[in-house]
T-cell receptor, first 115, second 112 residues
């Protein structure tokens, strides 16, 4: 079946602009995750959605970052007033149930460049 | 707090040679351990995972990893590397919730 898809694959924006990144999880997966991968770094957890529960936003680096998940499926990560340090690859993952032993399935990522 | 260390930023091996990628973790309880591979322009793909039981775990693409509690390690191995294995490899540890803590990755280069 189809895997996790993300759009756009690449986004170049100017400092101060807002951007929206989209994630389509695997159908039927109740858990959805966003990670950030900066150059030469591992993946940094940003936010977690599980069903209708309140999301875990503990990894969001500032209040310029927000995310929502509509209808328990598609998710959008929004970065307001982008800064150069926001340049990174943003990865989305989904998993069937969201438990500690769940396998997370990753999308190809969105490469964000802030000029 | 949990952490994962991958001490090798880059490793170069010849095609057909054996491979070992190191991973050390810090976690108070029994960890859930994962190895992922990321090819250029691709998302991360799970190679293998360890939760409990047999400490030698077999994964896809001929990879295996051994959990050694005494050394807090979960090293990834492959007996004979293929050119298509060139990629970046990430070790991760999961806690009792859903969060994964990733290492900074090891980039594998394969010499023909």
């Amino acid at each position: 079946g189809a895997g996790v898809s993300q759009s756009p694959s690449n986004k170049v924006t100017e400092k101060g602009k807002d951007v929206e990144l989209r994630c389509d999880p695997i159908s039927g997966h109740t858990a959805l995750y966003w990670y950030r991968q900066s150059l030469g770094q591992g993946l940094e957890f940003l936010i977690y959605f599980q069903g209708n529960s309140a999301p875990d936003k503990s990894g969001l680096p500032s209040d310029r970052f927000s995310a929502e998940r509509t209808g328990g499926s598609v998710s959008t990560l929004t970065i307001q007033r982008t800064q150069q340090e926001d340049s990174a690859v943003y990865l989305c993952a989904s998993s069937p149930r969201g438990g500690s032993t769940d396998t997370q399935y990753f999308g190809p990522g969105t490469r964000l460049t802030v000029l | 707090a949990q952490s994962v260390t991958q001490p090798d930023i880059h490793i170069t091996v010849s095609e057909g040679a054996s491979l070992e990628l190191r991973c050390n973790y810090s976690y108070g309880a029994t960890p859930y351990l994962f190895w992922y591979v990321q090819s250029p322009g691709q998302g991360l793909q799970l190679l293998l995972k360890y939760f409990s039981g047999d400490t030698l775990v077999q994964g896809i693409k001929g990879f295996e990893a051994e959990f050694k509690r005494s050394q807090s390690s979960f090293n990834l191995r492959k007996p004979s590397v293929h050119w298509s294995d060139a990629a970046e490899y990430f070790c991760a540890v999961g806690d009792s919730s859903y969060k994964l803590i990733f290492g900074s990755g090891t980039r594998l280069l394969v010499r023909p």
